[in-house]
């Protein structure tokens, strides 16, 4: 098993490697200036409908957690090791590069061409970890296609990424103020 600074390094990587790819995959298949336009500011009311899928992803998952086996919902705590050793900032700039990089990548790339159903399978059979977990394999599906209507309702990256965001985030705090944790000790 590997360290979790190690761990850490790794999705760092990992993710800048996303957001290369994210990268060169828009400039390749749209070109300059229809990648900048994925990124015009949405109407207020789709970064209202951000925030409202981003609040029933996380309530779901706290509801999943506090209420559902622990064992259909264990990762190995890869989770908990990843955002138990950040700071706040750290946290916040982790969340902020990940629903960056994975959104431009599925939402402004992929989703275009393959369509959302697809992309969300994709985007599903990336978190590998969560394979033989029947119900995280739902949830992150389920989270992908609403993520990828986000993005099918105006073209536009910054509600699917808002979005994204605020789920890592607000979930990341939860594991950071010991509520899984407590959760688990108490089994």
């Not at 009311?45 to 209420?67: C, E, F, K, P, Q």
């Not at 989770?79 to 750290?90: H, K, Y």
Request: with cysteine; hydrophobic share 50%; net charge positive.
């Amino acid at each position: 098993m590997i360290d979790d600074a190690t761990l850490r390094f790794h999705l760092w990587l990992t993710q800048l490697i996303v957001l290369g790819l994210a990268a060169a995959g828009s400039l390749i298949f749209h070109g300059w200036e229809k990648s900048l336009a994925l990124f015009h500011l949405p109407p207020a009311r789709a970064l209202l409908w951000s925030g409202g899928v981003a609040l029933l992803v996380v309530l779901t998952s706290i509801a999943m957690d506090r209420y559902l086996p622990p064992k259909w919902q264990d990762d190995g705590d890869i989770n908990e090791r990843i955002f138990s050793g950040l700071s706040p900032w750290q946290t916040a700039l982790l969340c902020i590069i990940i629903g960056l990089g994975e959104e431009w990548l599925f939402r402004g790339v992929i989703q275009p061409f393959a369509g959302n159903l697809w992309t969300s399978l994709l985007f599903t059979l990336v978190h590998v970890r969560y394979l033989r977990k029947p119900l995280l394999i739902g949830s992150v599906f389920l989270t992908s296609w609403l993520l990828g209507c986000l993005f099918e309702a105006n073209g536009l990256l910054l509600p699917p990424i808002l979005a994204h965001i605020l789920i890592d985030l607000l979930l990341a705090f939860y594991i950071q103020c010991g509520c899984t944790r407590e959760r688990r000790s108490r089994k």
